[in-house]
């Protein structure tokens, strides 16, 4: 089973991001209000996001993602 469906947080294999696959559209909207106004919970989305770059590198990012979903995918 896969815990995830966002590609940053099944790469890092943690929730960086939120899941807000949902039909409630409030809790998206919470999830932006709290993101709006919080400078710490921005700053570690950021920190995520610069890990994911340092993990993916620049050259070969295709074939990375494909040995990463591959393992991932194995794994369940």
Not at 15 to 24: A, G, N, Y
Not at 56 to 65: A, C, I, M, R, T
């Given at each position: ?15 960086t991001v ?12 919470k999830y ?15 920190e995520s ?28």
């Amino acid at each position: 089973k896969v815990k995830w469906v966002s590609l940053t947080n099944l790469i890092l294999k943690r929730q960086t991001v939120p899941e807000i696959v949902q039909k409630d559209w409030k809790i998206l909207y919470k999830y932006a209000q709290e993101l709006l106004s919080s400078e710490h919970l921005r700053q570690e989305m950021k920190e995520s996001f610069l890990e994911l770059r340092k993990l993916l590198g620049q050259e070969g990012v295709l074939e990375k993602l494909r040995e990463l979903f591959l393992s991932i995918f194995q794994e369940s």
